[in-house]
Every structure is written in C-alpha cells, then in structure tokens.
C-alpha cells in the first residue's frame, strides 16, 4: 500500500499538479473543489432545511428534483478530490485530519441516500414531513459542516 | 508594501488579530460554511428564477433567502477580519478586485430584483414560466455568486503582481 501510494505520487500527474506554474494545474483543480463544495453543501442545505421546517410553502415532492444538483456537485468534488489526492497521497493517506473527513463526507453522503429513500423512497412523499427525517436532517447538516472545517484545517494540522 | 496596507497592519487591532494563530484558520472555515448557506440558499431560488422547478410557487422559492443572506453576513464579517490581518495580500491583487467586483454586481442584481421586478413575483401563477426578466436575473446572479466563488479562491494564484 505505501509503495502505491508513493507511485502515485512520484507519477508524472502529480508533479504536472504539484509543481507547474500554470493556474491551470493545481489552482484550478482546487477551485473546482471549491465551487463543488458550494454545490454539494448548498443542495443539501435545502434539502434538510426544508426538511426541518424552513420553506413550507415548497411542495414536499418537488425537493426530489435538488438531488440531482446534489449528486452533479459530489462527482465534481470526486473527480477534483481524487486528482488533489493522487498528486501528494503518501502525505495525505497518513494525515489523520484528511482521514477525520473523508469518514465525515462518506458519513453524509450515507445520511444524505438514507433521506432520498426515507423521504423519497416510494412513490410521492405526503404532504408532511415524516419524523424520521429530521435527525436525519439535522445529522446532515452536522456532518457537512464537520466535513468543511475538517477541509480547511487539512492546511494547517499537517 | 502599499502604504495603506503598511499602516492598517500597524494597527494594533491589526496586530492583536494576527496573533491569535487560531483566528485565521476559524476565520476561514466559517467563511467555508457562509459560502455554502449562501450559495445554496440563493442558487435554489436562482434556479426557480430561471424557470426550473415550476411547481414551486415563486413565493415559496424565497424562503431560504434569509440563510443565504446569513451566510453573506458571515462570509463579510470573516472576509473583513482577513483584510484586516493581511491587506497586504488583498490591496495589489487581482482577483481580490474581481471579486469584489462581482459581490457588487450580485448586490445590485438582487437590488433591481427586489425593488422592480420583485412586486411582479406575486403575479405569477402556479406552473406558469418565468419571464425573460427574471430570467436574467436569475442567470446574473448564478454567474455573480460562482464567479465570486473563483476569484476568492483563485486568489492566492493569480494577479497578485508578483
């Protein structure tokens, strides 16, 4: 496992993502991280916000259609995700706060499948909101949160 | 250094700031979550404006408004304790004016929505299509929001005039 990971980051890939100058390398494959988190996060913001209450108004079956957005933000964020990795992931397999959100990002997108079939499962959702939705909600929204500190602080607890 | 940069990091808020080492990444994790609320909460009615999701009553689309205006409350808060920490690093660059720009226009968008075309909002009937009006400001403010997303983060990269 570590002779892997070590080839993968001694690839010719990662020294083009690590060690060019163009924006295009690194920089670019970062943002593209960040613009999937704003997708990813966001979708599932209104998903278990109105889950738990905010936006009555929004029929109950039409929150079907954020799913998708959901799903189009998390490959965006696989795809990026797994280039960052590759290209430094001898360092990254053994960083424990890399490890701390990759189970908080796995976790919510577990929560997040457990509310498209809880909620969404079978035919028409009614007009209320099941009960069993709103840990599920809240645990969601814990856990993305969790997941984006957790990102950021992958800068600093080497 | 600037002089403005040389003396507002003289200051000693500025100064008190920096050394609190945990400041900064706290600062920016919130900043991290702000964009998320902001970006969902906005997105989502952007989309409706735009004439996705049709069932959801215009009315109905705006409920996660406040969030996403929470979440730009956050992201000002903590995006002025950075500028304050490091001017320096926003003053000369770019990308910092770009996105600048681009909260500008997002505001100003959302300032013609709000004041012209927002009373029509209430007009609309259930199913019906949006017009090319809301359209554009739906599309105006996508555009804004994500392009204020890429030069935050493309900050450290690009035009930063060294």
């Given at each position: ?158 | ?45 952007d989309?409706?404006l735009l ?84 359209k554009i400001v739906g599309a105006v403010s996508l555009f ?19």
């Amino acid at each position: 496992m570590p002779a892997l990971l070590h080839a993968l980051q001694d690839s010719a890939f990662s020294a083009w993502v690590v060690g060019s100058d163009s924006i295009w390398a690194y920089p670019m494959i970062l943002t593209m991280h960040t613009v999937g988190l704003g997708i990813v996060v966001g979708a599932a913001v209104v998903i278990d916000f109105r889950l738990l209450g905010v936006g009555p108004g929004i029929p109950l079956e039409e929150v079907r259609h954020v799913f998708p957005i959901f799903w189009l933000g998390f490959t965006i964020n696989l795809v990026s995700g797994l280039m960052l990795f590759v290209s430094e992931a001898a360092d990254k397999a053994t960083q424990p706060v890399f490890l701390v959100k990759l189970l908080l990002v796995i976790l919510g997108v577990i929560v997040t499948a457990r509310i498209r079939r809880r909620v969404f499962g079978d035919g028409s959702p009614g007009v209320l909101v099941p009960s069993a939705a709103r840990p599920l909600a809240m645990m969601s929204i814990a856990l993305w949160a969790g997941a984006i500190v957790a990102g950021r602080l992958m800068a600093y607890l080497k | 250094m600037d002089p403005f940069s040389a003396w507002l990091e003289g200051t000693r808020i500025s100064t008190v700031m920096r050394d609190m080492t945990w400041l900064w990444p706290a600062c920016e994790s919130m900043h991290f979550i702000g964009l998320a609320l902001l970006i969902g909460g906005a997105g989502y009615f952007d989309l409706r404006l735009l004439g996705f999701m049709r069932r959801v009553p215009m009315t109905a689309a705006k409920a996660f408004m406040p969030w996403a205006i929470a979440g730009f409350a956050m992201n000002f808060v903590t995006g002025t304790a950075f500028f304050v920490m490091a001017p320096h690093m926003y003053v000369p660059s770019a990308a910092w004016w770009a996105k600048v720009f681009f909260i500008i226009v997002a505001g100003m968008n959302a300032m013609f929505f709000e004041t012209t075309l927002g009373t029509r909002v209430m007009l609309l009937g259930p199913n019906e299509d949006t017009p090319t009006s809301f359209k554009i400001v739906g599309a105006v403010s996508l555009f804004s929001w994500f392009a204020v997303l890429f030069f935050g983060r493309m900050l450290p990269y690009i035009g930063t005039g060294n």
